[in-house]
């Protein structure tokens, strides 16, 4: 069922692609915001009341009504993982940027590849060289992938039914909403959301970046992830950077924008500088990712059936 639920949504969203910030994105943030908004008075025993009303009782549900469907009729709790799988991952939440910024760059158009990328990152991008802009797409790529995708499905597969797929894409919004904001690293309110998404994340990103390795240049790979993401400001988030750029053999290091200036982080990935070329190796890298996750997948059923 597994597969077959994977398959479906993989098609469904190549026909019909997912508005994820409309539909996903902006509810969830608002669903975080309200429970801030009750239970955030500073205090870390705040942020851990605050994640359990936000995160358990829509999984409970979606668990119970799992189950109710599935005694009914297991086709209606198919249908129930594909359309939550549909909501919580798919390469198209990033594909389109990455392509747009793609084309850009094989025209020579830098002023509409700097705009794509300004769009897709929120951020000021108008002062970026050519190398910078594939660098910085390459590296949200590679990040998009693990989020959208290869995160997603791993935690479909350890919980039953599309509780897993639910916990992950609720837990990073959560993590970013109130990790991210402003004053949150000194707010103790974030620390137990940021504290268990890393616990949340912690196989998933091992996963992604052996996933990178066994698809692309292993021993740089895994060089690299060893060796480069304790310099990076996110260091699980560096394992799949330094995991994807050592596999394709590539120099990564995302400038860090500000205001209109970028400046270098830590350096991730060896071999050759960044350029147009890189950015069709990383898509190759993502879909071969893809389908060796699918034909373990594959494996695993048929294992089951067979035992």
Do not use: K
């Not at 999984?59 to 109710?68: H, I």
């Amino acid at each position: 069922m597994n597969l077959l639920s994977l398959i479906a949504v993989f098609l469904i969203e190549q026909w019909q692609p997912l508005n994820y910030r409309r539909l996903v994105g902006e509810p969830l943030a608002a669903w975080a915001d309200v429970i801030e908004s009750r239970c955030n008075a500073g205090g870390r025993h705040h942020g851990a009341l605050a994640w359990c009303l936000a995160v358990l009782p829509p999984v409970a549900l979606l668990a119970a009504v799992y189950v109710l469907l599935y005694r009914l009729s297991p086709l209606l709790a198919w249908a129930l993982n594909v359309g939550v799988l549909y909501l919580t991952m798919g390469f198209r939440q990033f594909s389109h940027h990455y392509s747009e910024i793609h084309l850009a760059l094989r025209l020579g158009d830098l002023d509409r590849a700097r705009e794509r990328l300004g769009a897709w990152l929120d951020r000021p991008t108008a002062s970026l060289s050519a190398e910078e802009i594939v660098r910085l797409t390459i590296e949200e790529a590679l990040a998009a992938s693990h989020r959208h995708v290869f995160a997603v499905l791993l935690w479909f597969l350890i919980l039953p039914g599309p509780c897993g797929a639910a916990l992950y894409r609720i837990a990073a919004v959560l993590r970013q909403r109130w990790g991210e904001a402003e004053g949150a690293t000194a707010n103790e309110f974030s620390l137990f959301a940021r504290r268990v998404f890393a616990i949340i994340d912690w196989l998933p990103v091992r996963a992604t970046a052996a996933a990178f390795a066994i698809v692309g240049d292993f021993e740089d790979a895994v060089h690299c992830w060893r060796t480069q993401p304790a310099h990076w400001p996110d260091r699980d988030l560096g394992i799949v950077l330094a995991g994807g750029a050592g596999a394709l053999g590539v120099q990564l290091g995302r400038p860090l924008i500000e205001g209109t200036e970028a400046a270098d982080s830590a350096e991730l990935g060896v071999g050759d500088p960044p350029d147009v070329d890189f950015m069709q190796s990383a898509v190759g890298l993502v879909w071969r990712a893809t389908v060796l996750w699918m034909l373990l997948l594959l494996l695993f059923e048929l294992a089951r059936l067979a035992g």
